[in-house]
C-alpha cells in the first residue's frame, strides 16, 4: 500500500507540474472498424411460445449483425421461404428449442452462408450440411461442463447442449469438456454451427458464467468469414456536472493527459435534482476550464441530456421509469427543445459534445429518433440491445453506436462499497473475458464524483495489461447516414 502510494504521489506530481500535453490524435477518415463486408444477413429464430422473447432475441441479433452487414432482418423459421434464404448472403439462425419446426428449416440448404446455434445440427445434416460432422445428439450438460475457448473457460449454459466430433476438412474452434471433449464450434464448407446459444438481450455481468456469449461472438465472426481486429478499449467518465468537484476532474484529466490517453466525458450541462435547485455549468468556473483543458488534451464530450432527471427518486429524464413508457410530455418539440438547450449551454462554455448518451439508457423510440437529427453518434445501451460487445455504424435508429458493456464501480459519496456492488476487479474480470473475442471492445465507465484517481490509474493499467489500448471513440466506426 505505501509504495502504491508514493507512486501516485509522484505520477500527480508529474502531472501536475506538466506544462505541454500531447493533442490526442484526430479522426482522419480511417477507422479502427472496417464497413460491413456483408450486404444482408437474416436472422432466423424457432417458435417458442413466448412471442414476445422471440421478438426481442430476434430484434436484438438483427441491430447487433450490423457489425457485419450493412441490412439485417429477421424471421421465424416456420415462415422461411426459399426466396429469403437465396436473398441474403448469410443466415443466422438462433436455435431456440430442441423441437424439429414444423416447416421452414427445409429451405436452410439453400443458404450461401449458415451460422446456426444451440440445436438443430441433426436436422441440417439431413439436409446435406455439415457433411463432416458427425456422432450428433443431444445430452444433458454436465454439472462439470465447461467451454474451453481462446485460452479461458466459461460454464455451458443451458440444460441440454449438442454434441459432435467433426473431421476435416471441418475446422474446429475450442471445445467443452464435460463427459468428454468435444468442439465447441465448427465451421464445415459454409456452414457453421455453435454449441451455445446467442443472445444481446442480457447485461453481461458474470464473466464465467455469461463468457459463452464472447466465445459465442468469435465463431460467429470467424464464420462470417471477418478479420480480427485491433485489440482496442474505449473509457468515459459519466455523470459529469456541477456536482462534480473540480479538483476530482481536473486531477483525472491530467493524468489522462499525462498519459495521452484518449476518452469520453459525459457532461450534464444543467444538473436537476429533487428538491433543489437547477444550476447549470456556467455556475462553476473551475470546473469549466477543467472540461475545456479536458477537452484540448484528448477527450471527447458527450452530452448526457439536459437535466439528467425528470424530478423523480429513479432520477430519469426521458423515460417513466415507475409505468415503464414514454413520459406524457414526449413529443418531437420537447425532445428537440432539451436537446437543443443543452447543447447551447455547453457550446456557450467553449465544448463541442460531438455523441449523446441518454441518462441511464432510457428513452423512447420517438426520442431516439430525435438525436438522430442533432447526432450521427450515440454512445449507450439501447433496448431491445443490452448486450453489444461490439461498436455499430447504424442501429435501429441509423445513428452509429458505440457499446458499454463493463458496467461501473459502485462507489458511495462516502467513499464506502454497496454491499453486492461491483467493484473495479470485477470490473476487469469481466475485461478479460473479452479478450477471447476477436472484435469485442470492453467498455467501462467511472464516476469522478465518487472515485478516486487511484481507482483510474488502476483502471486504465488493469484494462492495458489485457493487451488493450484506449482509442479515440470517433475513431472506432464511420458512422452511416440511414437509408
Not at 445428439?137 to 454439472?143: D, M
Not at 468442439?183 to 455453435?194: I, L
Not at 466525458?265 to 435547485?277: H, M, R, T, Y
Request: aromatic content about 10%.
Amino acid at each position: 500500500m505505501k509504495l502504491r502510494a508514493a507512486a501516485l504521489v509522484i505520477a500527480l506530481a508529474a502531472a501536475c507540474g506538466q506544462t505541454h500535453y500531447p493533442i490526442s490524435v484526430r479522426p482522419s477518415g480511417a477507422t479502427i472498424f472496417a464497413p460491413p463486408a456483408l450486404g444482408s444477413v437474416l436472422v432466423v429464430t424457432d417458435r417458442t411460445g413466448r412471442p414476445a422473447f422471440e421478438r426481442r432475441l430476434a430484434e436484438g441479433a438483427a441491430i447487433a449483425l450490423h457489425h457485419f452487414a450493412r441490412e439485417t432482418s429477421w424471421k421465424y423459421v416456420d415462415d422461411l421461404a426459399e426466396a429469403d434464404v437465396r436473398g441474403a448472403d448469410a443466415i443466422v439462425y438462433l436455435g431456440t428449442r430442441s423441437a424439429l419446426p414444423p416447416a421452414g428449416w427445409q429451405n436452410l440448404r439453400y443458404a450461401r452462408r449458415l451460422v446456426a446455434f444451440d440445436f438443430h445440427l441433426a436436422q441440417m445434416q439431413s439436409l446435406g450440411l455439415f457433411a463432416h460432422v458427425a456422432a450428433v445428439r443431444e445430452i444433458a450438460t454436465p454439472a462439470n461442463a465447461e467451454i474451453r475457448y481462446g485460452g479461458q473457460a466459461f460454464a455451458l449454459p443451458g440444460r441440454v447442449y449438442t454434441r459432435f466430433d467433426a473431421a476435416g476438412p471441418a475446422r474446429t474452434f475450442g471445445t467443452i469438456a464435460g463427459q468428454s471433449v468435444t468442439p465447441f464450434a465448427a465451421v464445415d464448407g459454409a456452414a457453421a454451427f455453435v454449441a451455445a446459444p446467442l443472445s444481446f438481450g442480457t447485461v453481461f455481468s458474470d464473466p464465467y458464467r455469461q463468457g459463452y456469449l464472447l466465445a459465442a461472438c468469435d465463431a460467429l465472426r470467424i464464420a462470417l468469414g471477418a478479420p480480427p481486429a485491433p485489440r482496442v478499449a474505449l473509457l468515459r467518465f459519466e455523470d459529469v456536472s456541477v456536482e462534480v468537484p473540480a479538483e476530482r476532474m481536473q486531477a483525472i484529466a491530467q493524468y489522462m493527459a499525462s498519459r495521452n490517453i484518449p476518452y469520453g466525458i459525459a457532461v450534464i450541462p444543467s444538473q436537476l435534482e429533487k428538491g433543489q435547485p437547477v444550476r447549470d455549468l456556467t455556475t462553476d468556473t473551475a470546473l469549466v476550464q477543467t472540461l475545456q483543458f479536458a477537452q484540448a488534451h484528448g477527450a471527447r464530450i458527450v452530452l448526457h441530456g439536459f437535466h439528467h432527471s425528470y424530478n423523480s427518486p429513479e432520477d430519469y429524464e426521458f423515460w417513466d421509469a415507475v409505468n415503464n413508457r414514454p413520459l406524457p410530455e414526449d413529443s418531437e418539440a420537447w425532445m428537440s427543445g432539451r436537446i437543443e438547450a443543452g447543447l447551447a449551454i455547453e457550446r456557450s462554455i467553449g465544448l463541442d459534445p460531438v455523441m449523446w448518451e441518454s441518462p441511464h439508457y432510457a428513452a423512447s423510440p420517438l426520442d431516439y429518433q430525435v438525436v438522430g437529427k442533432y447526432f450521427s453518434m450515440a454512445w449507450e445501451r439501447r433496448r431491445p440491445v443490452s448486450f453489444l460487445p461490439w461498436p455499430l455504424d447504424r442501429d435501429g435508429y441509423g445513428t452509429a453506436l458505440l457499446p458499454e458493456n463493463l458496467g461501473y464501480v459502485a462507489v458511495d459519496q462516502d467513499g464506502s462499497v454497496p454491499a453486492r456492488a461491483m467493484t473495479l476487479g470485477m470490473q476487469l474480470a469481466r475485461a478479460r473475458a473479452f479478450t477471447v473475442c476477436a472484435d469485442c471492445v470492453p467498455v467501462g465507465f467511472l464516476h469522478p464524483a465518487t472515485v478516486t484517481l487511484a481507482d483510474v490509474i488502476d483502471y486504465v493499467n488493469g484494462i492495458e495489461a489485457l493487451g488493450y489500448r484506449f482509442v479515440d471513440p470517433l475513431q472506432l466506426v464511420a458512422p452511416r447516414t440511414a437509408s
